[in-house]
């Protein structure tokens, strides 16, 4: 491997989104990432079910290029292979409560008697400061608690992200401050613990509206997928689908304005700045609407395009595996995996870099594929790990 993080080793001990995927995008960048999990597998691997034995897409996808072993870690051999494995890896990444690290040997004081610079990438749905600090929790709860569901809904009726950003959201930012923590001991000698939360990335994300509220007390709702600090910023149904605009800054209103024949609103004072535009979007989406429903798909997208103005279709999944751009784009690799009949488009890692490829995809690791390979690795016989089996360790 000649990835930019070659010689680094990971322990991914990560449970669902957030930690393997931090761990993910390493082992995309020529770490050596190892997810350990018990022997019986652990329930992450079957969330979104899609192969014949059950397992998910989310650990197809978030298991690319890693190596996997079990192992029980609540057992006393399991307890001292992980301090053997510790001595070896540069990062551990758990996602697990504080009480749940200390229980199984992973919190930070433990891991620094196998090593002492060790690096711990830990994370929770709330931080470890503050009332609800021993509290669990989801993606869906962060978006709650960080007011997004509120504005991204109706009035009194909420909406949340299909897609899980705060899971993807926090794993990426801890991923980032576990590459600091790199450099920062690269440079001292000295590990730490990094530590992120699904409601720290939430707040983050959605820091400019609870800033706008704690200084004008405006008291936003939501308003569906119009947007409320420009316009037009919306869907829009158009005589075969749906399409999305949006229009920020005061070159690109003009553009839209002559476009659909309003050049007329140039100069009035409703819309003379992006604020405005969202303040009164209501009216400059219906008219859009009207523009769009005389319109097919494809000719409203093409018009929109060859003038500048940003859109894009509005696409189901299958229309998304179809679309054009998505097959052309090199975003996906197409991997083969056991008890699933067809190849399947996991996603690339999302960063290009100039001088240093990212590797091919490998495909997720079966069920402690790599169990026998990297105990042999710690120097444990065919006989040693044939007993470990026995007693259930591995």
Same mark, same amino acid.
């Given at each position: 491997?000649?990835?930019?993080?070659?010689?680094?080793?990971?322990?991914?001990?990560?449970?669902?989104?957030? %930690?393997?995927?931090?761990?993910?995008?390493?082992?995309?960048?020529?770490?050596?990432?190892?997810?350990?999990?018990?022997?019986?597998?652990?329930?992450?691997?079957?969330?979104?079910?899609?192969?014949?034995?059950?397992?998910?897409?989310?650990?197809?996808?978030?298991?690319?290029?890693?190596? !996997?072993?079990?192992?029980?870690?609540? =057992?006393?051999?399991?307890?001292?292979?992980?301090?053997?494995?510790?001595?070896?890896?540069?990062?551990?990444?758990?996602?697990?409560?504080?009480?749940?690290?200390?229980?199984?040997?992973?919190?930070?004081?433990?891991?620094?008697?196998?090593?002492?610079?060790?690096? +711990?990438?830990?994370?929770?749905?709330?931080?470890?400061?503050?009332?609800?600090?021993?509290?669990?929790?989801?993606? $869906?709860?962060?978006?709650?608690?960080?007011?997004?569901?509120?504005?991204?809904?109706?009035?009194?009726?909420? !909406?949340?992200?299909?897609?899980?950003?705060?899971?993807?959201?926090?794993? !990426?930012?801890?991923?980032?401050?576990?590459?600091?923590?790199?450099?920062?001991?690269?440079?001292?000698?000295?590990?730490?613990?990094?530590?992120?939360?699904?409601?720290?990335?939430?707040?983050?994300? @959605?820091?400019?509206?609870?800033?706008?509220?704690?200084?004008? @007390? +405006?008291?936003?709702?939501?308003?569906?997928?119009?947007?409320?600090?420009?316009?037009? $910023?919306?869907?829009?149904?158009?005589?075969?689908?749906?399409?999305?605009?949006?229009?920020?800054? !005061?070159?690109?209103?003009?553009? /839209?304005? @002559?476009?659909?024949?309003?050049?007329? /609103?140039?100069?009035?004072?409703?819309?003379?700045?992006?604020?405005?535009? %969202?303040?009164?979007?209501?009216?400059?989406?219906?008219?859009?609407?009207?523009?769009?429903?005389?319109?097919?798909?494809?000719?409203?997208?093409?018009?929109?395009?060859?003038?500048?103005?940003?859109?894009?279709?509005?696409?189901?999944?299958?229309?998304?595996?179809?679309?054009?751009?998505?097959?052309?784009?090199?975003?996906? =690799?197409?991997?083969?995996?056991?008890?699933?009949?067809?190849?399947?488009?996991?996603?690339?890692?999302?960063?290009?870099?100039? =001088?240093?490829?990212?590797?091919?995809?490998?495909?997720?690791? =079966?069920? %402690?594929?790599?169990?026998?390979?990297?105990?042999?690795?710690?120097?444990?016989?065919?006989?040693?790990?044939?007993?470990?089996?026995?007693?259930?360790?591995?």
């Amino acid at each position: 491997m000649s990835g930019l993080l070659n010689g680094i080793r990971v322990l991914d001990f990560g449970r669902y989104i957030a %930690g393997p995927y931090c761990a993910t995008l390493l082992a995309d960048l020529g770490a050596d990432v190892i997810r350990i999990e018990k022997p019986d597998g652990g329930e992450d691997r079957y969330t979104v079910p899609i192969s014949d034995q059950g397992e998910g897409a989310y650990y197809i996808q978030l298991g690319r290029n890693k190596r !996997a072993m079990t192992l029980n870690p609540r =057992s006393e051999q399991g307890q001292k292979i992980i301090q053997q494995l510790v001595a070896t890896a540069d990062v551990v990444v758990a996602n697990l409560p504080a009480q749940a690290l200390v229980k199984l040997g992973l919190d930070y004081a433990n891991l620094c008697k196998a090593k002492s610079d060790i690096i +711990l990438t830990t994370g929770s749905a709330f931080g470890a400061v503050g009332p609800y600090a021993q509290r669990g929790g989801f993606d $869906t709860v962060a978006q709650a608690m960080s007011g997004a569901m509120y504005l991204s809904g109706e009035p009194q009726q909420p !909406a949340k992200s299909f897609a899980p950003y705060c899971d993807f959201g926090t794993a !990426a930012l801890c991923a980032f401050g576990t590459l600091a923590a790199i450099m920062h001991r690269n440079l001292t000698g000295e590990g730490q613990v990094v530590e992120g939360s699904l409601l720290s990335t939430a707040l983050n994300f @959605n820091n400019a509206a609870l800033m706008e509220e704690a200084a004008l @007390n +405006l008291g936003r709702q939501g308003t569906g997928t119009r947007g409320q600090y420009n316009g037009p $910023t919306d869907s829009f149904k158009t005589q075969d689908g749906w399409v999305t605009v949006q229009v920020v800054g !005061a070159g690109l209103y003009k553009r /839209w304005a @002559n476009l659909i024949g309003e050049a007329k /609103w140039h100069d009035d004072k409703r819309f003379e700045s992006d604020q405005l535009r %969202g303040d009164h979007g209501s009216e400059i989406s219906q008219r859009m609407n009207e523009w769009c429903q005389e319109r097919t798909n494809s000719q409203v997208v093409e018009t929109l395009t060859n003038a500048g103005i940003p859109c894009g279709e509005l696409l189901s999944p299958q229309q998304v595996l179809q679309n054009e751009h998505v097959q052309q784009g090199e975003f996906f =690799s197409k991997l083969k995996y056991p008890g699933v009949e067809q190849a399947i488009p996991v996603a690339n890692h999302p960063v290009r870099y100039s =001088s240093v490829p990212v590797e091919a995809v490998s495909p997720a690791p =079966s069920l %402690g594929q790599h169990t026998t390979e990297i105990l042999a690795e710690l120097g444990y016989s065919n006989e040693q790990q044939a007993e470990l089996a026995k007693l259930g360790v591995i």
